[in-house]
């Protein structure tokens, strides 16, 4: 074999490791198992002592925090701890209704705007996307009865269950905001869904947590 041809095949001059890792690529320890998502981090303003779990409790003083009054903070409680509690926990259910943030993402449903990806990612082409569908140029503000028109078009053949609930976080979101023209901003909406406006509104300090 020539000298040439020896350098061609040597893997360390070529720029190549001399021994494959087996174990794939190296991370900083942060698995998708633990990645704190825009719906944790939405949900997360519940969790007052970060504890990662919310107990009916704590929805309730987390909607009276951002405006709610005490029967509408009811509803939202029996509703959102009603529904999820029993995704978020596991194969059996928690008899206190508490939900677990981590497998928040196992309570996305039908019929909504798809911006939460199944992870629980933030999908930016596609909250643009369904903004500027069904709001009017220059597509910066959404009125209620565009959000209504949303709800409609998004709506999936035979799932009621995603109907109301749709219908039950636009509201909230609608009542929440409150604009006084009557119109919320994009900045606003796009401020719920990593939960970032909870704190303005409440004028509650956003704890230190690590992503």
Known sequence: MSFEASLKQSPELNGKPKHHDKQGPRTNGTTNAHKRTALVKHV??????GDGIINPF????????IGFGAILSLI???VIHGAFSWVTWGWIPDPF????VKNMHRGKHGSDSETYTAEGDFDEKRFTHVFNRYTIAPHTHMSFSEGVR???GQRNPFDPFGWFAAAFEWFATYL???PHDGRMSKEDVRRVYDGSIFYEISGRSKPTRHD
């Open 44 to 49: 997360e303003f519940f969790d007052r002592d």
């Open 58 to 65: 704590d929805t309730f003083i987390g909607f009276r925090d």
């Open 76 to 78: 939202a409680v029996v």
């Open 97 to 100: 209704f508490r939900l677990k």
């Open 150 to 152: 949303m709800i409609h």
């Open 176 to 178: 929440m905001l409150w």
